[in-house]
């Protein structure tokens, strides 16, 4: 292909123009959903999903994807399918009210992450942990101990063994971004050479 | 990187007419109370379509808008150009990746929309379809035609949709950035040598129709959209954005001494709003129909990303993971 | 290394829009844009020893007077060739900067330093990739293998041995690339061995050397020239 882009002009000829093999529908990558801490001693936040055939890549894709601009401390990764949801509520009713308070279980519990939704329109976040022996118990037992007064939209549960947490010793892939100045506005400050340029118009 | 040039399709009388009456009046109610739509709330059929539509047309045209830039990715002048137009064009595709997932809590893959956007059946941002010939056309992309995406994307981040608001917020504020970068490049062009002066002035010269179609059809040509006015899916007219774009960036540009070449660009001061040459819509038409200069370029090296990626998708794709909506 | 740094970066610029998956193109754009940082700062150090301005030296040779090996300027090839070069680059590149953080040449010491964590991501990221499509279908494997028996020699010559190897070992810069290359190869056969994909017996590889000495391919002028297009239009001016 001629093009103006020496790199496209690089492009090896491949099939046959416009035409393509369509994918399957629905038959592709999995869904993971990413969580960002943006500073020490902030709770985590949901920020949005990437497709990866795995937890792992999954974690090594949201990394670039979600955290390549604005500084943070850490990143974690869990399956879309992984993440209990509450029903969604809406004006002043609670999410917390449509969640039974379940009888007492005694199965093995396990650790779940809780998430308030606490407005519309905004990002899930990560409010504490509680034992559990199911994803329903989890989400009553977050109903005694997150429901303080404050209008909750909507609740996720994760189980704790699900998530792929970053290690203490991957704490470490953040510590750059401060000093990546070239992806920062603040760096791109025109004003003296656009004055001195001005000047030297009217001078003129 | 978007424009408001979408295409909507026609909205028929009867196309809520067959929703339930109930359900229409919580959802419209929620709108109207300023709460956001989220993804597992019932909604018209119509809201969705639409939304669907505009989200994907906005996550092409970050795939695409990639493309013109990325012209002179390998050739940026300098480190510090060199650095930053390498994060801007990346920050094009983290943009895509984005709204593809806005798009996909709305019940439409991903690998279905780049399907489509590569067969043709679903469109981008006409102004990237025009060619990039110097490294001048570039920053015009960098600082103008961003700074009309980010006038279209803040109004649209008001909208009703909890998905596409918070990847319009993300964006937006990686999108400053752009902007700054733009600006500071053509500052540097206007107060460099001729060579380069005259280098963005042609430039300019150039980009200025397509910049003036990237709003879309006059208000006067275009489909009616009360509807989707109502339901905040487009937060306002093609005319007010064209506006509000000439009102922050006519006097920037003519402040650095380039001129403009509408003649007939001047702001009235009866009305408060821009006069200008009425755009040419047969040509707007023509290029988003498929025969402007770069459409057959821009979808082929998309045909042949894909097809060069495909081995790669292949090996990755296990039956363990499964594709489900994403959440939010 | 600065040289390295570039040519490298510049090379997997390449990638930015024409990725395998959206995900993934970011990732190795990010990459990308940490090489040319690396860069960067190592021209400077460069420039206070008294060298001219990093756009000046970086924009303005010709292929003849870089030094980067050869490895780091062959043409991208297809995924499988980047993927593979950037897994036996970044595993070295990984290691010499963890060798020099120790250096008596403090400046240099200190960038080893700060990099560490960027590039712990980017042997993470190759890592992950290896062991992914290296035991995945026929054709990964297969791919792959071909790529990887493609670029060993090229990799060796990495190693190749500077002018000055003796007096930069004896003044506690680096402590040498024979070093290096031994605990590389350990690395490489460590990822490698989590996979279906096999080593060419180190002992029958020969070296591809010459970069270091201002030796090249025909693939580096093109680069340069395709690199500093614009900013020789005039080189006095600013951008």
């Given at each position: 292909m001629n093009s103006l882009d020496p790199r496209v002009t690089r492009l090896p000829h491949i099939g046959e123009e416009g035409k393509i093999v369509p994918k399957a529908s629905l038959d592709q990558f999995g869904t993971y959903e990413v969580f960002v801490q943006p500073k020490e001693g902030k709770p985590f936040q949901h920020e949005g999903i990437v497709h990866a055939p795995n937890l792992e890549l999954a974690y090594v894709l949201a990394k670039e994807t979600f955290t390549r601009r604005f500084t943070c401390t850490s990143l974690y990764v869990t399956d879309t399918r992984d993440v209990f949801v509450s029903p969604l509520t809406e004006g002043d009713k609670n999410a917390y009210d449509q969640i039974k308070s379940s009888a007492l279980t005694f199965g093995v519990k396990m650790q779940f992450e809780i998430y308030h939704l606490p407005k519309r329109g905004k990002q899930h976040i990560?409010?504490?942990?509680?034992?559990?022996?199911?994803?329903?118990?989890?989400?009553?037992?977050?109903?005694?101990?997150?429901?303080?007064?404050?209008?909750?939209?909507?609740i996720w549960a994760i189980e704790t063994d699900n998530i792929r947490f970053t290690s203490p010793e991957e704490q470490e892939l953040w510590l750059t971004l401060p000093d990546k100045k070239f992806r920062d506005a603040a760096e791109y400050k025109?004003?003296?050479?656009?004055?001195?340029?001005l000047e030297s118009r009217i001078e003129n | 990187m978007y424009g408001g040039g979408n295409t909507f399709e026609v909205i028929k009388a009867d196309d809520v007419a067959q929703e339930d009456p109930i359900l229409l009046a919580v959802f419209e109610a929620r709108i109207a109370r300023g709460e956001k739509i989220e993804p597992t709330d019932w909604m018209p059929q119509l809201y969705r379509k639409q939304l669907i539509r505009m989200i994907e047309q906005h996550g092409h045209s970050e795939i695409i808008g990639a493309l013109p830039e990325g012209t002179w990715i390998t050739r940026a002048p300098g480190f510090k150009r060199k650095m930053a137009l390498m994060a801007k064009v990346q920050d094009e595709v983290g943009h895509a990746q984005l709204l593809y997932s806005a798009a996909e809590t709305l019940g439409k893959s991903r690998e279905q929309m780049i399907d489509d956007l590569i067969t043709g059946k679903s469109k981008y941002s006409n102004i990237f379809n025009y060619p990039t010939f110097t490294w001048a056309d570039c920053c015009f992309i960098s600082w103008l035609v961003d700074a009309g995406a980010i006038v279209n994307q803040l109004a649209n981040a008001k909208g009703s949709y909890g998905p596409y608001c918070r990847a319009l917020d993300r964006i937006c504020a990686e999108e400053s950035f752009h902007l700054k970068y733009g600006h500071h490049c053509v500052i540097y062009l206007a107060s460099g040598t001729q060579k380069q002066r005259d280098m963005f002035q042609a430039a300019l010269n150039r980009w200025w129709p397509p910049m003036m179609h990237f709003f879309g059809p006059s208000d006067k040509i275009s489909v009616h959209t009360e509807m989707l006015m109502k339901w905040k899916?487009?937060?306002?007219?093609?005319?007010?954005?064209?506006?509000?774009?000439?009102?922050?960036?006519?006097?920037?540009?003519?402040?650095?001494?380039?001129?403009?070449?509408?003649?007939?660009?001047?702001?009235?001061?009866?009305?408060?709003?821009?006069?200008?040459?009425?755009?040419?819509?047969?040509?707007?038409?023509?290029?988003i129909n498929g025969g402007g200069p770069c459409n057959k370029e821009r979808l082929e090296v998309r045909r042949i990303a894909e097809e060069?990626?495909?081995?790669?998708?292949?090996?990755?794709?296990?039956?363990?993971?499964?594709?489900?909506?994403?959440?939010? | 290394m600065a040289d390295d740094q570039l040519i490298i970066g510049h090379r997997n610029s390449e990638w930015t829009g024409f990725g395998p998956l959206l995900e993934e193109d970011i990732a190795f754009s990010s990459m990308a844009q940490d090489k040319i940082g690396h860069s960067l700062a190592l021209y400077t150090i460069l420039h206070e020893l008294g060298e001219s301005d990093p756009d000046t030296v970086a924009f303005t040779r010709n292929a003849n007077q870089f030094h980067n090996s050869i490895f780091?300027?062959?043409a991208n090839q297809e995924y499988d060739f980047s993927l593979i070069r950037h897994f036996l680059y970044d595993t070295a590149e990984a290691l010499r900067f963890e060798l020099l953080t120790n250096s008596t040449c403090e400046p240099l010491a200190q960038v080893a330093r700060k990099v560490r964590g960027e590039l712990r991501y980017h042997t993470l990221h190759a890592k992950t990739w290896m062991k992914q499509l290296g035991s995945a279908t026929e054709e990964s494997v297969s791919r792959l293998q071909k790529s990887l028996e493609q670029a060993m020699p090229y990799a060796l010559g990495m190693f190749e041995e500077s002018p000055y190897e003796k007096e930069i070992m004896e003044a506690g810069i680096f402590e040498g690339e024979q070093k290096l290359k031994e605990l590389w190869m350990a690395k490489v056969e460590e990822t490698i061995s989590q996979t279906s994909l096999h080593l060419p017996d180190w002992k029958i590889v020969q070296p591809i050397n010459g970069g270091r000495i201002g030796k090249h391919t025909e693939h580096l002028q093109p680069l340069l020239d395709e690199m500093s297009e614009v900013f020789r239009i005039d080189p006095g001016a600013e951008w």
């Open positions: 990560h409010v504490g942990s509680v034992q559990a022996s199911s994803p329903e118990e989890a989400m009553s037992e977050a109903k005694l101990k997150f429901n303080q007064g404050k209008t909750v939209f909507n025109g004003g003296d050479k656009l004055k001195n340029f | 899916v487009k937060m306002g007219s093609n005319d007010d954005m064209r506006n509000q774009f000439l009102d922050m960036y006519v006097p920037k540009i003519w402040e650095l001494g380039f001129v403009i070449p509408d003649p007939n660009l001047k702001k009235n001061e009866e009305t408060g709003r821009w006069d200008y040459t009425e755009p040419d819509w047969e040509e707007f038409k023509r290029v060069r990626g495909k081995w790669v998708r292949e090996a990755l794709k296990t039956p363990k993971a499964k594709y489900v909506m994403p959440l939010a | 780091t300027e062959l």
